[in-house]
């Protein structure tokens, strides 16, 4: 059985693994072109609600959202088996307003699909409460482990069939656990965040095991590389907990000591400083998650250009007031994770840290405002002290000839910002 990289994480210590967790095709390409120019593996993944049967909200399913990715490979030229597929919360995250059987079962058939369809780390999420469930009560480990199990059943039997047409198909890499906190980052400022208890940690893995081996789905269990924790790390509209190894010394040490085959998993990462990034890795948080920060990112840059663009261009794309005329528009996306009066919400709608502005992106208006802002950028040419005043990151790049003075690149350096963070902390190259 063939079993990809990351495999290998529990046995390199101080070395991990970034998860680009995002659809958006500019912070993909600039992922895959950094990983093609430090010689190391990339993972990117889609979230349950992104990618799914139906399509999710990208309009991709796992088959679509892999062809996707892997024509972005072929165009900046790096290899497939360089590029680890995954799919994040696979469980019923969408379905919470279904009674348990239907839920369910519409959860069975995305985990075969997305295993079916190759992709080689799968995160199994069945921490959230559905329909028939006691909705004041957190789910006991026993239902969240059983749930997780009948899921297992259904990535072998996609695994299987993977196998009849690709006999060197690789075995897939999983994640449990049952403290995972929710997509795209906190809602709510927490009083204080709660790192995972060692004996909540203990607890779930020893329940998930016991659990797996009664339905039979032990090949799977026994390719559990990480468990998702709390280490302690999230980001809300404007704030940030960064890590503090301290507070998470116990946690870190158990795995340490009686779990070496084990990483932890840490979601949320994003805008940690790369030197905490690096202390969760050294502290046996092998694989961080990063997806927002990316989306983030790409809003900033194309913020820095449309306040360019205003300086120079008669006719300007008015990118900025497109997306905040979408938003307003169908507030859906947004209205029930910001809070505050109305200046507070224009702010949090251009700058909050949990960017739900990226739900904007794809749709058509903002995209054509996109199209054209770049345009006008690129037939306009872009003055070097300008550009000092709105990227002074990547005018250092232009002056060296590292970067072109051209829309696109600007942009994608800019979220690479991000990468050559996580590439410092997590050290992937040393995979190999």
């Known amino acids: 059985?063939?079993?990809?990289?990351?495999?290998?994480?529990?046995?390199?210590?101080?070395?991990?693994?970034?998860?680009?967790?995002t659809a958006n095709g500019t912070a993909i390409e600039a992922a895959l072109e950094f990983a093609r120019d430090h010689d190391a593996p990339v993972v990117i993944e889609s979230t349950a609600n992104q990618v799914d049967q139906f399509g999710g909200y990208t309009g991709m399913k796992p088959t679509d959202f892999r062809d996707y990715v892997y024509d972005i490979a072929n165009k900046v030229g790096i290899s497939n088996e360089m590029v680890i597929l995954g799919g994040d919360h696979l469980g019923p995250l969408?379905?919470?307003?279904?009674?348990?059987?239907?839920?369910?079962?519409?959860?069975?058939?995305?985990?075969?699909?997305?295993?079916?369809?190759?992709?080689?780390?799968?995160?199994?999420?069945?921490?959230?409460?559905?329909?028939?469930?006691?909705?004041?009560?957190?789910?006991?480990?026993?239902?969240?482990a059983k749930r997780s199990a009948i899921l297992a059943k259904e990535a072998l039997r996609g695994y299987q069939d993977l196998l009849k047409e690709n006999k060197d198909a690789v075995f897939p890499a999983f994640i449990i656990g049952s403290e995972v906190p929710i997509p795209g980052g906190a809602q709510e400022e927490e009083e204080e965040l709660q790192v995972t208890s060692v004996e909540d940690?203990?607890?779930?893995?020893?329940?998930?095991?016991?659990?797996?081996?009664?339905l039979d789905v032990m090949e799977v269990f026994d390719a559990v590389i990480g468990i998702v924790v709390q280490p302690g790390v999230e980001f809300g509209d404007a704030e940030i907990d960064q890590y503090n190894r301290e507070k998470a010394k116990d946690l870190?040490?158990?795995?340490?000591?009686?779990?070496?085959?084990?990483?932890?998993?840490?979601?949320s990462t994003d805008y940690q400083t790369p030197e905490h990034l690096r202390e969760m890795v050294e502290d046996g948080i092998n694989i961080l998650k990063v997806g927002p920060a990316l989306t983030f990112a790409y809003r900033e840059a194309l913020f820095a250009l449309s306040y360019i663009e205003?300086?120079?261009?008669?006719?300007?794309?008015?990118?900025?007031?497109?997306?905040?005329?979408?938003?307003?528009?169908?507030?859906?996306?947004?209205?029930?994770?910001?809070?505050?009066?109305?200046?507070?919400?224009?702010?949090?709608?251009?700058?909050?840290?949990?960017?739900?502005?990226?739900?904007?992106?794809?749709?058509?208006?903002?995209?054509?405002?996109?199209?054209?802002?770049?345009?006008?950028?690129?037939?306009?040419?872009?003055?070097?002290?300008?550009?000092?005043?709105?990227?002074?990151?990547?005018?250092?790049?232009?002056?060296k000839g590292l970067i072109e003075l051209e829309a696109t690149a600007l942009i994608k350096d800019y979220i690479k910002l991000y990468y050559e963070d996580y590439h410092y902390a997590t050290q992937i190259d040393k995979l190999f």
């Open 201 to 214: 940690f203990e607890t779930t893995y020893g329940v998930f095991k016991e659990t797996f081996a009664a």
């Open 1 to 21: 059985m063939k079993k990809n990289v990351l495999f290998k994480l529990n046995n390199k210590k101080g070395v991990g693994v970034y998860s680009v967790c």
């Open 310 to 399: 205003d300086t120079l261009v008669e006719n300007p794309s008015n990118f900025i007031d497109v997306l905040e005329q979408s938003m307003m528009k169908e507030p859906k996306n947004w209205k029930n994770h910001y809070h505050g009066n109305e200046k507070e919400l224009f702010i949090k709608r251009k700058f909050s840290y949990s960017d739900r502005a990226r739900y904007y992106l794809p749709q058509d208006d903002v995209q054509k405002a996109i199209t054209t802002l770049i345009k006008n950028i690129n037939e306009t040419g872009i003055p070097m002290n300008v550009l000092s005043q709105h990227l002074p990151y990547q005018y250092r790049k232009v002056q």
């Open 252 to 267: 870190s040490q158990t795995l340490k000591t009686k779990y070496p085959q084990l990483v932890f998993e840490g979601h």
């Open 94 to 144: 969408t379905w919470t307003d279904k009674n348990e059987d239907e839920a369910m079962e519409l959860a069975k058939v995305l985990v075969y699909e997305y295993v079916r369809a190759g992709f080689t780390k799968i995160h199994l999420d069945t921490s959230m409460r559905v329909a028939d469930d006691d909705q004041n009560e957190r789910l006991s480990d026993a239902t969240i």
